[in-house]
């Protein structure tokens, strides 16, 4: 009698319904925005929404408690992305400008994870004060809403010129935030629980996103994670975090990597 191989109707799906493997030309890079690596890996190309509108770019970052002052925490926000404070003006309707630049920096203004950098700079103008954005000289400033001129008052606006322009409160943040040294942040043991992210966001980096960040502590630390995945930390581990570094990954590749390991990551955890 002969003998019958049944084939599981899940395995015939796969074999009817997969499409053909091969390469692909430039029609379906342009269509598909990938493209094969090998038989099975497809790499995705082109560019990140950020790289298209650095305005979109996802924070995760604290201010640092050297920086003090609303137009301070502008610059320090702008800088990784090539955007300056437009803080000169000779328009004397323009000199409220200065009143918000001068305004102390609200605790909760501190912490932004995660927000786009345009929504960051919204939040710090607040309720009184549009973002105006120069996309060809990439400069911010900020504009007072309509109906609210009366309260501030003209001594008010000369003072807080004075106070910015004079360098009371105008300094760079390069200068504000002095370069860190060779000191190493020591963490652990590590608890169940515990995420990079929320670890590193002690470590008030100055000039380094909260994706460079999260990078630098997995490089440093390969044995404190498991399967090579910034999103495995090992319980009991300790990590030992350089405050500073000479080569780091631009924001754009910080920001690839960790999506990838969270991808993967997801990948391993889901079903």
């Keep these: ?70 137009g301070s925490a502008i610059q320090y926000l702008l800088k990784p992305y090539g955007y300056q404070l437009d803080d000169k003006t000779d328009d004397e309707e323009s000199l409220d400008f200065y009143v918000l630049l001068t305004r102390p920096l609200p605790e909760p203004h501190r912490t932004f994870d995660p927000i786009s950098l345009y929504d960051a700079l919204e939040v710090l103008g607040g309720d009184s004060y549009e973002v105006v954005i120069n996309p060809v000289l990439r400069t911010v400033r900020y504009r007072l809403k309509p109906g609210l001129q009366d309260y501030v008052s003209e001594e ?23 370069p860190l040294s060779n000191k190493v942040l020591v963490y652990g043991p590590i608890k169940s629980g515990d995420t990079l992210s929320d670890i590193v966001l002690q470590l008030g980096m100055t000039d380094f996103t909260m994706d460079q960040q999260l990078v630098q502590a997995f490089r440093a630390n390969p044995n404190a994670f498991a399967n090579e995945n910034m999103n495995h930390l090992v319980i009991g581990a300790y990590l030992n975090i350089p405050l ?24 391993q955890v889901q079903p």
């Design 1 to 70: 009698m002969p003998v019958v191989n049944v084939i599981p109707a899940s395995v015939l799906s796969l074999i009817f319904l997969a499409p053909p493997l091969q390469a692909m030309d430039a029609t379906d890079v342009a269509l598909h925005g990938k493209v094969k690596e090998s038989r099975y890996v497809a790499q995705w190309i082109g560019p990140t929404e950020s790289q298209l509108d650095v305005m979109e770019s996802v924070l995760r970052l604290i201010v640092p408690e050297q920086v003090t002052t609303v």
């Design 244 to 267: 500073s570094n000479d080569k780091p990954l631009s924001p754009v590749e910080a920001s690839r990597l960790v999506d990838e390991h969270y991808r993967l990551w997801l990948e």
């Design 156 to 178: 008010n606006l000369n003072d807080a010129r004075a106070a910015w322009v004079e360098g009371a409160q105008a300094t760079s943040v390069g200068k504000l935030i002095e």
